[in-house]
């Protein structure tokens, strides 16, 4: 079974208006955690946020939030007020226990217009 | 400045000629890693090590390998490149108490014809 899954191959998005990306995720791991990172076309992997399973409020980071719903087994990242630079790929990924890796989604990409 | 640093970024090589992809940290982490990217599979774990010549397979390690002689390097071999190992190569690192965060390099694009 997949461990991570974003079932969103694309999105778009109007400059300025708030988007959400979809992750859930499968673990019976109690410890684990969540992160975002974004991809632009140039290829770098930067870091948005991370939700940590015993977390008690919803990370936040600036303009990017992360929605976790323990139960449903979901860790959405919400991005407010769109801008243009915001146009990348999107990924998911979650560490377990020991951290010895992070498990990635196929990535969801976004595209803001004008 | 704080970062993991990759090199060569864009590699274009032929079957069979050894390669190495050097990846170097000036953060003082214990843990590297390397990934690779494929379309539509995400990033895929190749090899970790934990610390200076600790190192061990991650999901895709075949056809790969590691060493780990110093704390800052984390080089990725490839012995006898074949075509399928074409992919966007990511070196890894973080502080190993540390369960927040992990740094990437900036990648490699690697080309094997």
Known sequence: AQKITQTQPGMFVQEKEAVTLDCTYDTSDPSYGLFWYKQPSSGEMIFLIYQGSYDQQNATEGRYSLNFQKARKSANLVISASQLGDSAMYFCAMREGGFQKLVFGTGTRLLVSP | ?113
């Not at chain 2, 640093?5 to 032929?14: D, F, G, S, W």
């Not at chain 2, 214990?30 to 990217?37: I, K, L, T």
Request: charge should be positive.
């Open chain 2, 1 to 113: 400045e704080a970062q993991v640093t990759q090199n060569p970024r864009y590699l274009i090589t032929v079957t069979g000629k050894k390669l190495t992809v050097t990846c170097s940290q000036n953060m003082n982490h214990e843990y590297m890693s390397w990934y690779r990217q494929d379309p539509g599979l995400g990033l895929r774990q190749i090899y970790y090590s934990m610390n200076v010549e600790v190192t061990d397979k991650g999901d895709v390690p075949e056809g790969y390998k590691v060493s780990r002689k110093e704390k800052r390097n984390f080089p990725l071999i490839l012995e006898s490149p074949s075509p399928n190992q074409t992919s966007l190569y990511f070196c890894a690192s973080r502080d190993l108490p540390r369960i927040d965060t992990q740094y990437f390099g900036p990648g490699t694009r690697l080309t094997v014809l």
